[in-house]
């Protein structure tokens, strides 16, 4: 089965929304879309989670269209502690098993 | 308390060395995860642990060997290793095992140096 597959890299300036794409062409019924950030050195860190419309909690939006095969994750007017690497990880094995694809690079400079 | 704790923070080890990895959770999650982090790569799973029993082990070689004493703790045993497994080895945890809302908690990790 394929990983899910996002944009390897952007980059963006503070104050800017950024917006970063998941696509998840093998999603089972079961599963919810739940994206993770990792800064160096560290784990990653639980950011959102939906199953299908829209989701917004303190410090992100989730986007997910009706078919689910993909997500949009929104982060309002980023600053320079957001430069991490974003990732929307595939459930498999009804849930019990989290796999990671490459990731997202985000970059943000003053 | 919401935390993973993992220790040691770093580990320098010979291949020849024996050595342990201890992760700690509190939070009466039932999962627990050891995942492997190379540099600028994503984790990759090794174990996972569903109410105490090994239920996935992603053919991981015998030279790593993971250890749930109880629901709290996660251990993984190292021995023999080889320069190649010098990385970060993180551990997490989730309430909701065998869930597609399953959400992971993740520990700072254990940074592995093999000489």
């Known amino acids: 089965l394929a990983k899910t597959t996002q944009p390897i890299s952007m980059d963006s300036y503070e104050g800017q929304e950024v917006n970063i794409t998941c696509s998840h062409n093998n999603i089972a019924t079961n599963d919810y879309i739940t994206w993770y950030q990792q800064f160096p050195s560290q784990g990653p860190r639980f950011i959102i989670q939906?199953?299908?419309t829209k989701v917004t909690n303190e410090v992100a939006s989730l986007f997910i269209p009706a078919d689910r095969k993909s997500s949009t994750l929104s982060l309002p007017r980023v600053s320079l502690s957001d430069t991490a690497v974003y990732y929307c990880?595939?459930?498999?094995?009804?849930?019990?098993?989290?796999?990671f694809g490459a990731g997202t690079i985000l970059r943000v400079k003053s | 308390d919401t935390e993973v704790t993992q220790t040691p923070k770093h580990l320098v080890m010979g291949m020849t060395n024996k050595k342990s990895l201890k992760c700690e959770q509190h939070m009466g999650h039932r999962a627990m995860y050891w995942y492997k982090q190379k540099a600028k790569k994503p984790p990759e799973l090794m174990f996972v642990?569903?109410?105490?029993?090994?239920?996935i082990n992603e053919s991981v070689p015998s030279r790593f060997s993971p250890e749930c004493p109880n629901s709290s703790l996660l251990n993984l045993h190292l021995h023999a290793l080889q320069p190649e497994d010098s990385a970060l080895y993180l551990c997490?945890?989730?309430?909701?095992?065998?869930?597609?809302?399953?959400?992971?908690?993740f520990g700072a990790g254990s940074r592995l140096t093999v000489l």
């Open positions: 997490a945890s989730s309430d909701i095992p065998f869930s597609g809302a399953n959400v992971l908690t």
């Open positions: 642990y569903s109410y105490e029993k090994l239920s």
């Open positions: 939906g199953y299908k």
């Open positions: 990880p595939q459930a498999r094995e009804y849930g019990n098993k989290l796999v």
